[in-house]
């Protein structure tokens, strides 16, 4: 039976992707779970499997073109079974039939009683098999990547937990029902905020804060899943991003401070929450944990500043550089184990944001206030080992801007746990962006 490999979805924002290099040809036979192309998305370029095992006869879309999310990519067959050009041209135009026919049914559907992917009653979560695969049917498989959904975040109603074509469908309801992205700017002490929120307003709340020099969009690949079972806000902090950059303390101490009347101008929901930060947003929520015990639940910091005296110089070089592309190129380079994560369309994307009026102001600002020559002005270690909050550390080991062996601090925790991403850079939630949100996700439900 043929199969359609199509456009998968990743993240809130994405409506499109371009394929970057085909990694099979026709004729040539493939694995199913085995890569099978390059896709770039606005904020990285990542690996599409194969849902099915057999011979590659048709590549839709050639390297270096766009398709909307959804459209085919490819036509895989069995071994044995030969297709005629007639014959693919009809399961295309079958395919797009079906999508129709889906997009109506998500139309018809009822609204949702329970976030995307929680188990329900008379459902199990779908155990995975010996090589860790999620157990799921071919269709479901093929199903959850059109639409997007994060088949190792839902509860199969099949023979032993087995996930199916309505638990895809009923996932992906709910997410369009509850996971609605919602755009905001709110000022906070003058300073225009920009924000994402999404996920069912009921769920517990967690806040997303970037690194130095990012911008919410670092969460692109994350957002999606974690707001099918969890209510997220990611922010652009004062000076980046899409927020207003006037002259001020760029400071942790200071981005901290500012972050609990952010959280108050979003609503009284937000009094209590759990966070997750990069790099130097690590260290702001856990100097705001440190400071406001009481609002913080649990903490995830990825790869973080403030646990060690280290940081790689050239990476603070390449900040003090007025922004051109190839320097952008070069520090983002820094940040990843895989070179072609560093995408056009993300070098594009960072360097328009360094553009903006006051941004490199205020990017040096923050590199003054933190960083002197190799060294972190900022410890945190003393914050963490008497913070009494549960605390997941995650960490690349092939990290070039702050040194791996810094997470060791993580023991002092009193309730510090550490995971440790082999061959990963300085964005794990990127680079491994699907066990990151299986990780964030359970660990934020109190597994």
Request: net charge negative.
């Amino acid at each position: 039976m043929a199969t359609i490999l199509s456009m998968p979805k990743w993240g809130l924002a994405m409506k499109t992707g371009r394929v970057v290099e085909w990694l099979k040809q026709p004729g040539e036979t493939v694995q199913q779970g085995e890569p099978i192309v390059k896709i770039e998305s606005e904020k990285a370029v990542n690996d599409v499997e194969s849902p099915s095992t057999g011979i590659v006869r048709q590549l839709v879309v050639p390297e270096g073109e766009s398709a909307p999310i959804g459209a085919p990519l490819a036509i895989i067959t069995a071994q044995e079974e030969e297709l005629s050009a007639e014959q693919m041209a009809n399961l295309l135009r079958e395919e797009a039939e079906e999508k129709q026919r889906q997009a109506a049914a998500l139309n018809k559907r009822g609204a949702p009683k329970a976030p995307a992917g929680a188990p329900t009653a008379g459902t199990m979560r779908a155990p995975a098999s010996a090589g860790g695969r999620v157990n799921a049917s071919p269709a479901a498989r093929r199903l959850a990547q059109e639409l997007g959904v994060d088949l190792s975040m839902l509860s199969g109603t099949g023979p032993r937990g087995m996930i199916g074509r309505e638990d895809v469908l009923r996932a992906a309801e709910q997410a369009q029902d509850s996971s609605s992205e919602e755009e905001r700017i709110i000022e906070v002490d003058g300073i225009a905020i920009h924000c994402l929120l999404a996920g069912p307003h009921r769920a517990p709340h967690v806040v997303f804060i970037h690194g130095l020099g990012g911008s919410l969009t670092t969460w692109a690949l994350n957002l999606a899943a974690l707001a099918a079972s969890f209510r997220v806000c990611a922010l652009d902090l004062p000076g980046s991003g899409e927020s207003a950059k006037p002259a001020r303390d760029y400071s942790v101490r200071a981005q901290a401070a500012f972050l609990p009347r952010f959280l108050d101008a979003l609503g009284p929901d937000w009094q209590q929450v759990s966070l997750v930060g990069h790099s130097l947003g690590a260290a702001i929520a856990l100097d705001f944990a440190a400071h406001h015990p009481e609002r913080a639940e649990r903490l995830v910091l990825i790869d973080s500043a403030g646990l060690g005296p280290e940081i790689d110089p050239t990476l603070l070089q390449l900040f003090a550089a007025r922004p051109e592309p190839e320097t952008i190129k070069a520090e983002l380079a820094r940040f990843f184990a895989d070179p072609h994560l560093v995408s056009p369309s993300l070098i594009e994307q960072v360097y328009r944001q360094r553009l903006q009026p006051g941004a490199y102001e205020a990017l040096q600002a923050a590199v003054a206030a933190t960083f002197v020559q190799r060294y972190q002005k900022i410890d945190l270690r003393t914050a963490l080992a008497t913070l009494n909050k549960p605390v997941l550390l995650i960490w690349g080991t092939a990290d070039q801007v702050i040194p791996a062996f810094h997470a060791e601090a993580v023991w002092s925790a009193p309730h510090g746990r550490l995971e440790l991403f082999p061959d990963c850079g300085h964005c794990p939630h990127i680079e491994r962006s699907e066990a990151f949100n299986q990780l964030v996700q359970a660990f934020l439900s109190g597994a």
